[in-house]
């Protein structure tokens, strides 16, 4: 215990106040998150309410964190059926099972239409009653499911040597990114049923998913792009000298190596994916922050604006830190295999 001790001081005082004017600036800085973090620290918790059912209780000066009691349940299934809720927290429970056992992705997303929607002896419940946290998960995961293979392959052919490949994946990539992505949620929602054919019907939460799924796709692209041109031209070479033909070294030697070189940039369109899905509002699809802001519109919790965002935020930024501890962790794992 001594000798954990004298190693954090060694290292506080190396790091923090090895010389007279890191001393001052760390000073200042504990100075200014203690006032910073005092008055937040009272509202947050110290002064704030959270027992309690109606508005009425809520008699702190702080935050009232009965308001998010209440409708907990809205904040995470929006009007999906309570007696139906049992079907969410079981696939919360089976993607849980597949981060532990990675085999079971593969049938985890059929499995999750089925059940959230409805099959096999289960009642339907329509996409229109989906909403919040579940909303945004299941935009978030199922958007980036279509947009990680559309992008590897569009990254794929603006690499490639035949020229009409190269053109209309280079015209894919620069159409979906020089539009704003609420343009094409909005514009997914009205062409699209205009495009397939008579008869064939797509709901309206499928078209947002598209709509993402192609934006983030041609951004998605350009990161994997960057690493296959981070690759030597040896790797290249030596598999040609091993007699591999071109779908077999992108495979089995290119993408390996770009996916990984690839990994932080991936990363943080998944996590710009997972905030975009708070634009599928502008179709009347109430994911996470959708839902806040209907839940504000109710008399009985009027004036309640900062739990409601500060409750969402904070969902959304555990959300985006899982997903950047993670990506950091497949990075530490393909460094130590090299």
């Not at 690499?159 to 190269?166: K, Y």
């Not at 997914?188 to 799924?213: E, M």
């Not at 990994?263 to 975009?276: D, G, Q, R, V, W």
Request: hydrophobic share 60%.
């Amino acid at each position: 215990m001594t000798t954990r001790l004298a190693l954090s001081l060694r290292f506080v005082r190396a790091r923090l106040f090895a010389t007279p004017l890191d001393a001052v600036i760390t000073l200042a800085c504990c100075w200014t998150l203690a006032r910073l973090l005092e008055p937040l620290a009272r509202w947050l918790v110290i002064d704030a309410t959270f027992r309690g059912a109606t508005r009425a209780d809520c008699t702190g000066a702080g935050a009232c964190w009965v308001f998010i009691r209440a409708r907990l349940g809205q904040f995470m299934y929006d009007f999906y059926p309570v007696d139906q809720r049992w079907r969410v927290d079981l696939i919360a429970v089976g993607v849980i099972l597949c981060a532990i056992a990675a085999g079971m992705a593969l049938a985890l997303p059929p499995l999750v239409l089925f059940i959230l929607y409805g099959a096999i002896g289960l009642p339907l419940v329509e996409t229109r009653d989906w909403g919040g946290l579940m909303l945004t998960l299941f935009i978030a995961v199922y958007a980036g499911l279509l947009a990680a293979p559309l992008g590897i392959v569009l990254a794929l052919g603006r690499q490639s040597r035949l020229p009409a490949i190269r053109t209309l994946a280079v015209l894919f990539i620069e159409f979906w990114r020089g539009v704003p992505i609420i343009a094409v949620i909005f514009l997914a929602s009205l062409i699209l049923p205009l495009i397939v054919p008579a008869g064939i019907g797509i709901d309206r939460l499928a078209r947002a998913v598209i709509g993402l799924a192609l934006v983030i796709a041609a951004y998605m692209a350009e990161a994997v792009r960057g690493g296959l041109q981070a690759i030597p031209k040896g790797q290249y070479e030596a598999a040609t000298a091993l007699g591999l033909r071109y779908p077999a070294m992108t495979v089995l030697i290119v993408l390996p190596q770009a996916l990984r070189i690839a990994l932080p940039a991936m990363t943080n369109e998944f996590i710009a994916l997972l905030k975009n899905t708070s634009l599928v509002l502008i179709v009347s699809i109430l994911d996470l922050l959708g839902v806040a802001q209907a839940a504000l519109a109710d008399p009985a919790w009027v004036g309640m604006t900062m739990e409601a965002y500060v409750f969402a935020g904070a969902i959304y930024w555990l959300l985006c830190f899982t997903l950047s501890r993670a990506s950091l962790r497949l990075e530490r794992r393909a460094a130590m295999r090299r």
